[in-house]
């Protein structure tokens, strides 16, 4: 696969569903050669919607990579899903791509998740193209969209090129960087485009614009080269026409991808070595540093794990170090992947795409080489399911179906609740967890039975309390017995364990111990040996314990410190099992009198509605116990609303937005923070919750 890195453009196709982003890549495709034959996303013949899920719903799932060949350019395209809930796919996509091609619905506009894209490409480093979809829709307001995309992402959007009619009759695209001597019938200013164009391209380099407003026109190839610079440093944002129904602009989308997207030398990756932060070298002969940025696991259970390769060479059935690994990764045959097809290939170079099989070393973010790049950062999904198996005896199948898809989707969390024995699956939406059920009956022929979401509430204290508890049990031969003083404090999140634990907080500070899960510190300052140092240990193994079981209403203990000051033992009848049972019972105890509360987790929404739609969404939010912190025009008469809400009131809110704003509302929701949870809510779910006493 030995290729020029300059020849190579990585692209992820993101936006919007429903934009006809999978249909513009099947026809690139198609146009270019790569493929034969008349593929559609209606007819469940897409090339990139090549997944049952896909064909069934008429829409992208996974994350697709596919390869083309045009004007001597190597063209790695990665079709991504449009709908918010499968954000995490975009977001791995990203990070193996220097491009991001954000698709907009002529007709529909700018949505909720174009901007997700927009956001998610910045925050990759990206440049990024818009293509307009749809030219064939009816009633487009051109003008109107043009003005929202430059009012949504900023003036640097300037059109490469404008339609000549629209809908129906639409004909074809007219280049603004080299206008036609005659460009009549175009459906904006080709004159007035070209001239902000050019101004927008030249800016990046003071020579070249200190001679164009001395009257020189840079040359045709100089605007070439400088238009790659501009994007790549966000000064330029081109946006290119088409529609793909009446192959109008795709030829000419090829063009541009070949000229105009970032070359893997025209975006500098950071990576770290030693402790020490590198620029790599997108170089053959360089070490090498590589990242799996998608795992896949088919129906034939073959788990493929997608790499992209930033410098060095990667080659087949060879070992390569990985600091994930505790020893060297071994690998297989190295596949180039065409959508669902793939095959073998010797090696890969900087800016190469490909895929490894039956790795099980490699997941989604591991680095490959001595240097270790940036973990890929997914969004925390909020919204969980207890799932069980439909059928007895199907547990063991169940888990192993649910570890697949976890290593699948980075958005997609599943616990074991070691209480309730339940497993509990959290992802982005109801749609998202919707889907990966279909996915474990199709592919690992696995049904399940969902409950209610299960809202990760937590117990903590708001005030200083004291308390002590003596266990002590006989049982005829050698008994039981321990006795433990202890103290609880507030820890709020952030605080510093090391600030905290102090002399001069605990004057008689022995040792402490942070446990970052849960922002549990607990300190022993214990003087004068009335607790043999022993039995420490098992103290803390019995907060531990309790942290995990709750005391209040059966939710995980978060945000306290305790402190062991004093205690008893007895040379025969104490033991670690005695000091355990005592410290969860003293645990109890305290917590019970410091002001327990509940804490849930509070969501950032960003919900995007027409305009007029506002005020419902202001009342509605009200009724959730949510606020409104912001909002500002999203264009195209859509206002987009900032709002906090607690998750337990949002969880079904799809359906209600939905319904409020006739399906034209959309919105994403993100992990805030934690909140108490207000007393009269917080009696309800306490009547509803079991907590477990200890077994002795």
């Not at 101004?199 to 614009?209: A, F, G, L, Y």
């Not at 795409?353 to 940036?374: F, Q, R, Y």
Request: hydrophobic letters at 40%.
């Amino acid at each position: 696969m030995a290729r020029n890195v300059a020849d190579i453009r990585n692209i992820a196709i993101c936006g919007h569903g429903s934009a006809g982003k999978t249909t513009l890549v099947d026809h690139l495709l198609t146009l270019s050669g790569a493929v034969k034959g008349n593929p559609s996303v209606d007819a469940g013949t897409s090339i990139c919607d090549f997944d049952e899920e896909e064909k069934h719903h008429k829409h992208s799932i996974e994350a697709a990579v596919v390869h083309l060949d045009h004007a001597g350019k190597r063209i790695n395209i990665i079709d991504t899903p449009g709908y918010p809930d499968l954000v995490g796919q975009m977001i791995g996509a990203l990070r193996a791509v220097e491009t991001a091609l954000i698709a907009i619905d002529a007709h529909a506009g700018i949505k909720v998740n174009t901007r997700r894209a927009w956001q998610e490409a910045g925050k990759a480093g990206c440049g990024r193209i818009i293509v307009v979809t749809k030219l064939d829709a009816e009633n487009i307001d051109l003008a109107g969209l043009l003005a929202a995309i430059k009012e949504t992402f900023g003036n640097g959007c300037v059109p490469l090129n404008v339609p000549v009619g629209l809908g129906d009759h639409v004909k074809g695209v007219v280049s603004t960087l080299n206008p036609p001597a005659g460009s009549d019938g175009a459906e904006l200013d080709v004159k007035q485009i070209h001239e902000s164009l050019v101004e927008s391209i030249i800016e990046v380099d003071e020579k070249t614009m200190e001679r164009y407003f001395e009257g020189e026109m840079p040359s045709a190839d100089e605007l070439s080269k400088l238009m790659v610079q501009a994007i790549a440093a966000g000064t330029l944002t081109p946006i290119v026409f088409t529609s793909a129904k009446k192959e109008v602009g795709v030829k000419e989308l090829l063009d541009v991808l070949a000229t105009a997207a970032l070359p893997p030398t025209a975006v500098p990756r950071k990576a770290a070595t030693n402790g020490d932060e590198v620029t790599l070298k997108p170089d053959p002969a360089a070490p090498l540093a590589a990242q799996v940025f998608k795992t896949r696991i088919d129906p034939f259970v073959q788990r493929l794990s997608y790499i992209r390769v930033y410098a060095g060479t990667l080659k087949r059935d060879s070992t390569v170090h990985s600091a994930a690994a505790r020893k060297g990764v071994k690998l297989g045959p190295l596949l180039e992947v065409q959508a669902g097809a793939t095959q073998p290939t010797d090696e890969a170079g900087p800016g190469d795409i490909v895929a490894v099989a039956k790795c099980e070393d490699l997941h989604t973010g591991t680095s490959l080489g001595d240097v270790e790049l940036p973990p890929l950062n997914f969004p925390t999904p909020m919204v969980g399911l207890a799932v069980a198996p439909k059928n007895r005896g199907d547990e063991a199948k169940l888990s192993g179906a649910l570890h697949k898809i976890t290593e699948e989707e980075r958005t997609i969390h599943l616990e074991h609740d070691p209480e309730t024995k339940e497993m509990v699956l959290t992802g982005m939406s109801e749609l998202h967890l919707l889907l990966m059920k279909e996915r474990l009956k199709r592919r690992d022929h696995v049904e399940i039975e969902t409950h209610e979401p299960k809202i990760p509430y937590r117990e903590t204290v708001q005030m200083n309390a004291d308390s002590s508890y003596r266990h002590k049990k006989q049982t005829g031969g050698s008994g039981q017995f321990a006795e433990v003083h202890a103290r609880i404090y507030p820890f709020p999140e952030g605080t510093d364990p090391e600030s905290f634990a102090t002399k001069e907080r605990f004057p008689q500070l022995k040792n402490s111990h942070y446990h970052k899960e849960s922002n549990f510190l607990w300190v022993d300052s214990v003087v004068g040996g009335s607790i043999p140092g022993n039995f420490m240990p098992a103290i803390e193994k019995g907060f531990l314990e309790r942290t995990k079981q709750g005391v209040i209403a059966g939710f995980p203990v978060q945000n306290v410190c305790m402190e062991v000051y004093f205690g008893k033992d007895h040379p025969v009848d104490s033991n670690e099992t005695a000091f355990r049972i005592a410290a969860s019972k003293v645990f109890a105890d305290v917590f019970k009198k410091a002001r327990p509360c509940l804490l849930e987790p509070v969501v950032n929404l960003h919900i995007t509605v027409p305009a007029d739609k506002v005020g419902d969404v202001s009342s509605d939010l009200s009724g959730r116990r949510g606020q409104m912190v912001g909002m500002e025009s999203a264009g195209g008469g859509q206002t987009t609303v900032e709002a906090k809400a607690p998750l337990s009131e949002v969880t079904t809110y799809a359906r209600t937005l939905s319904s409020m704003t006739g399906g034209q509302g959309s919105f994403t929701m993100e992990f805030s923070h934690y909140d108490v949870v207000p007393g009269n809510v917080q009696q309800d779910i306490m009547s509803k919750a079991k907590v477990k006493e200890d077994v002795e």
